[in-house]
């Protein structure tokens, strides 16, 4: 299959990918002339028949194509130089499509996803409290769920219990509301002493992976989130971005106003065209530090219990969440 053939074929297992449910042709080429990529329904068609007969999806009649587990496989795998920088593009394309109002409390917020074995369940809640309490992590309203109720297209498997937690990158969509351009520059460690920030131990830049860092952080086994809630020393994710210095008292419009809609957490705005926390900024800049929103669950990875976390995995509406403490 020709390079060009395989990026086609990524496309169309992202687009099922991320509509989590079966598609039909029509709604697959509408979906990649969207993305950019222009495949006649005809063509789209064609590359279903030969992805059935490779076992990446599965026809489902006239419910559509389904992606398989192995599709899944090949979508991870697939043109990894082409998807470098993808978390960077997947933050700004939630961010644009946000549709949060804070004033009346509604609308769709970017959410992570994240699943354990339903057993641990009480457990995990225990663990996260102290880290929401402490404002670690974004607000303190998600959901927990066994069903996907709340998060349309989310399966969930036998035995597996969902948390879902407000991502980070929800300050970006609220400040692109207010007509703020944000560059979101890089998540990394952050290091907490005596419950102030101190600096950055390590960074991934998110124009450079095609992984979420704090994703490879947790899994890594580098943060100590829990221990930073209980004694204000410790490691946790949180990441790093610039808007223009002529913006500032409307960005920190924007933080009182997540704070008072409790989604607020740890939020250090800078000083035009001065490092923030060691980290140069722009000349006419101003850097913003924000805790990233899968902290509470590095706490519940931290304590042994198994996750499995996806940040940026969707959009979800506010009025669906609940408190989680």
Known sequence: MSADNQRKVAAILRV???AG????????????HRAGIRLEQRMVRNYLDAMDTAGLTVNLGRRGRQLTDHGRREL???????????????GDELAYNMTLDLKRSRGTVILNVSTLPAAYLDDARRQMAPVIRARLGMGHFGLITKTGE?????????????????????LN????????????KFGGLLEIRDSKPLRFTHIIYYAGTTLDPLEVFIKAQMTSVGAA????????GASFREVPAAALPRVEKVVRQMDEAGLGGLVLVGEPSCPLLEIPVNHGRVGIVVAAGLNPLAAVQEAGI?????????????ENLTSLI
């Open 21 to 32: 449910r079966p598609l039909g042709g029509a709604k697959i080429a509408r979906a990649l």
């Open 76 to 90: 991870a795998a697939a043109g990894v130089v082409d998807k470098i920088g993808f978390i960077d593009a997947r």
């Open 173 to 184: 969509g609220l400040l692109r509301a207010e007509g703020i351009p944000v560059v979101s």
């Open 229 to 236: 809630a209980r004694t204000g020393c410790g490691l946790i």
């Open 16 to 18: 099922l990918d991320e």
């Open 306 to 318: 198994p996750t499995e976390n996806t940040a940026l995995a969707r959009l979800c509406p506010l």
């Open 150 to 170: 709340g998060v349309p297209g989310l399966a969930i498997a036998a035995g597996q219990a969902a948390i879902g937690t407000i991502c980070s990158m929800t």
